[in-house]
C-alpha cells in the first residue's frame, strides 16, 4: 500500500460524516474488526455503542461506489454510566436479516390484534411475502462476574464453541452457551499484591489449534500455553523473551518494552507483538530472540521523558497482518500509521486525514524528521508532531488490500486499488 491507495469518506463510529471538531470520551472509538469474510466491518466505541458496516456488492452504484462499506446496522451494548463494569461483562449478540413477513394468519387480523373465533369461517394457509430488508440485533448471552479487572483481550477458539477472556491477572475459557460458569486457565495473582511484578496485556488462541493460546505481558514476555498439558496453565509451553540490553537500560526501560497486542499469523507460524517503539515478529520455533525487529517511531526515544509526563507513554497500540502475513500494519501519532513489507524490507508511513478521506484521494508518505537531523522538504519535525492524535486501532480485510483505520472518533477506510502493497 502507498502511492496508489484509494480512499473512502470518513466515517465517524456513528457512520455519518463528522460535523464537528470536539470529541467526548464516548464517542472515541475502542475496537474495529472485519468479520473473517471481510463483509462486514465492526467499531465500538467508549460509550458502548456498536456499529456494523456492509460491503456493497460489486456492480451496486449508490450509495458510493462499487465495493464500498455502508452502515448496516448499530446498536448499544453496553451503558456508559456503568463504566466500572462494563469492560468486565461481555455480551454476546446476534445480527439477522428479515426481507419476507408473514401474512394470512387465522386469528389474528393485519394489524396482528386477535379475531374474535366466532368471527372465523374458513382457515387459510399464511404467507410469506416479500418486505424491505430489516436488520435485527438482539442480545443473546451475558457472560459476567467472572473478571475482577479490566477484560483487555477476548478470543474465539477455533473451535467455534469456546472462547476465552482475559484481565490484568486471570484468563478464563467459557463455553458459548454456558453464562454462570467459566474456567480459570490462567492465574498470576500473587497470594501479597505487593509482590505483583507484572500483568497480561493481551491473549489470543492460536488460529487452527484449539489447544494452543498465547498472552504477553507488561515485562515484554510472551508465554504459548497447551490446554492438553493441564487444566491450570500457569506453567507455560514455551516463553518467548528477548535478551535486554544492560547498556541500553534506563528509568523507560520496563514501560516501553510492555507488550500492548499480539496476534498470530494467518498461517498459525508467527507472533506479531507491538510494543511502545517497536513491532516484532516471532517464530513459534525460535523463542530466544524475534524473528524479525521494526521499528516504528525510534524519533520518540528523545521523547520519552516528555511522554512519560503526560502519559502518552501508557498509550496501547495494536498490530495486524495482512491477509498473506507479508505485510505488517500498526499505528503512531499524528494520525501516522506504518507498514512494514517483510519480503522487501520496504517501509511506509501514511496518514488518515480529512485531506486524504475525500473518494479516489491519494495517500501520500509522510516522513518525520528526528530532533536535529537533517530535514527534506515536505518532511515533519518531530517537534510538531499532535500527541493527542493517536491511532491505537487498526484491522486489515481478511484476503484484499483494504484496512480500517480509527483515529478517535473517525474512521477511516483505504482500499489499495492496484493490489500493491508498498510502493
Sequence with gaps: MGEDTDATPTLNHRGFLPDHNYVTEADIISTVEFNHTGELLATGDKGGRV?????????KTEPFSQGEYNVYSTFQSHEPEFDYLKNKTIKLWKVSERDKRPEG?????????????????SLQVPVLMPMDLMVE????????????????????????????????????LWHLDITDRSFNIVDIKPTN??????VITAAEFHPHHCNLFVYSSSKGTLRLCDMREA??????????????????????????????????SHSGRYLLTRDYLTAKVWDLNMES??????????????????????????????????????????????????????????????????????????????????????????????????????????????????IAIAATNNLYIFQDKLNSELH
Design 51 to 59: 456499529v456494523i458496516f456492509q460491503r456493497e456488492p460489486e456492480g
Design 105 to 121: 394468519y387465522n386469528l389474528k387480523d393485519e394489524e396482528g390484534r386477535i379475531k374474535d373465533i366466532s368471527t372465523v369461517t
Design 137 to 172: 440485533v438482539s442480545p443473546r448471552r451475558v457472560f459476567a462476574n467472572a473478571h475482577t479487572y479490566h477484560v483487555n483481550s477476548i478470543s474465539v477458539n477455533s473451535d467455534f464453541e469456546t472462547y476465552m477472556s482475559a484481565d490484568d491477572l486471570r484468563i478464563n
Design 193 to 198: 499484591m505487593e509482590d505483583l511484578t507484572e
Design 231 to 264: 487444566a491450570l496453565c500457569d506453567k507455560h509451553s514455551k516463553l518467548f523473551e528477548e535478551p535486554e540490553d544492560p547498556s541500553a537500560r534506563s528509568f523507560f526501560s520496563e514501560i516501553i518494552s510492555s507488550v500492548s497486542d499480539v496476534k498470530f
Design 289 to 402: 530472540k524475534p524473528l524479525e525487529t521494526y521499528q516504528v517511531h525510534d524519533y520518540l526515544r528523545s521523547k520519552l521523558c516528555s511522554l512519560y509526563e503526560n502519559d502518552c507513554i501508557f498509550d496501547k497500540f495494536e498490530c495486524a497482518w495482512n491477509g498473506s502475513d507479508s505485510v505488517i500494519m500498526t499505528g503512531a501519532y499524528n494520525n501516522f500509521f506504518r507498514m512494514f513489507d517483510r519480503n522487501t524490507k520496504r517501509d511506509v508511513t501514511l496518514e488518515a486525514s480529512r485531506e486524504s478521506s475525500k473518494p479516489r484521494a491519494v495517500l501520500k508518505p509522510r516522513r518525520v524528521c528526528a530532533a536535529g537531523g537533517k530535514r527534506r522538504k515536505d518532511d515533519i519535525s518531530v517537534d510538531s508532531l499532535d500527541f493527542t492524535k493517536k491511532i491505537l486501532h487498526t484491522a486489515w480485510h481478511p484476503t484484499e488490500n483494504i
